[in-house]
């Protein structure tokens, strides 16, 4: 089963807050090699839980993930700086997740730098190498080595391009649905909801109710076989007017009607503070508020609406295989 996350609107800057704390990869790179300059080998946990302290990152910091959702943001920006240092020539890998510093990178901290980016790594033959290696592969774009030479790392670019492309299917998305027609709309909402889990997959497991006028209730979705758990759904398909608070507390007195405290309000528009207000002062009602972005962002997600047209996969290095041969 899947679940909503309420609060979904004041979380969304929070989260960007504490995303701009993660040091990027560059920044990085010079305590990374700093902290090997006793010679001794080094796990990558251990090197993890220093830097995590040294930026002073908190847990919920250290839980945000990269866009495609596949690894954490900062172990990600870590292993590219590791990785950087590595092709440099100054670290070396010892064993899975071991690494030590080099006599070349001895030597770099003796000229009393304070940092380390890209534009320094270039001095080093190897690293240049490495870096001309990109360029000489025909498949990769012209561009890809000022791409990596940026202030994110290759997953966040990729996931980046991918949050475009999504944000603007995502657009194409809510102006279609907003050109269908009301029942419509609402066979689109509780498809969803069905799609994400809710009612199983059974079509009879979910109904549209809004054309007879149901006190409000445009649809219900039946959680178990003999309907006795519901959920109740509103579909407001508007698209320049935005869920008041007023409508907010009608839904709540629709809801109290049939006797539940648990409900779905979702709009093609969006809704005002007021309204979002308005379920927090209600704790006692379970009711989950999705406005047209993020209609469509769950519809993407949950393949409604959408098809799949091309599908990549990223590969890494399997180090168990080469520590078995």
Not at 69 to 91: C, V
Request: proline letters at 2%.
């Amino acid at each position: 089963m899947h679940t909503f996350h309420g609060n979904h609107f004041c979380r969304t800057g929070k989260a960007r807050l504490m995303k701009e704390r993660i040091p990027d990869y560059q920044t990085l790179m010079y305590p990374v090699l700093e902290h090997l300059k006793d010679n001794q080998p080094h796990l990558l946990q251990e090197l993890f839980e220093y830097l995590a302290g040294k930026f002073q990152l908190t847990d919920d910091e250290l839980r945000i993930l990269v866009p495609s959702g596949q690894q954490p943001l900062f172990k990600n920006r870590l292993t590219w700086s590791i990785s950087y240092l590595k092709n440099a020539g100054l670290i070396r890998y010892v064993r899975k997740g071991v690494y030590q510093i080099t006599d070349m990178g001895q030597s770099a901290l003796k000229e009393n730098i304070t940092s380390i980016t890209t534009t320094y790594l270039k001095k080093f033959e190897a690293f240049k190498i490495w870096q001309e290696a990109f360029q000489q592969q025909d498949e990769f774009p012209k561009n890809i080595v000022t791409e990596l030479s940026d202030l994110k790392t290759p997953e966040e670019i990729i996931g980046s391009n991918f949050k475009i492309i999504n944000d603007k299917l995502g657009m194409e998305l809510l102006e279609l649905i907003k050109q269908r027609t009301a029942a419509q709309f609402e066979r689109f909402v509780l498809m969803l909801l069905n799609g994400m889990g809710y009612g199983g997959a059974n079509e009879k497991n979910f109904e549209v109710v809004g054309q007879s006028g149901d006190n409000g209730i445009d649809g219900i979705i039946y959680q178990d076989k003999l309907g006795i758990d519901r959920i109740y759904v509103q579909a407001k398909k508007w698209s320049e007017n935005k869920v008041q608070s007023k409508d907010v507390r009608d839904f709540i007195g629709s809801l109290s009607l049939k006797g539940t405290n648990k409900g779905v309000f979702i709009t093609t528009s969006e809704f005002t503070e007021d309204a979002i207000k308005t379920v927090s002062m209600n704790p006692q009602n379970i009711i989950i508020l999705i406005d047209g972005k993020r209609l469509t962002h769950l519809a993407i997600q949950y393949n409604v609406g959408v098809q799949t047209k091309e599908r990549y996969e990223i590969r890494q290095i399997d180090t168990d295989f080469f520590e078995e041969l």
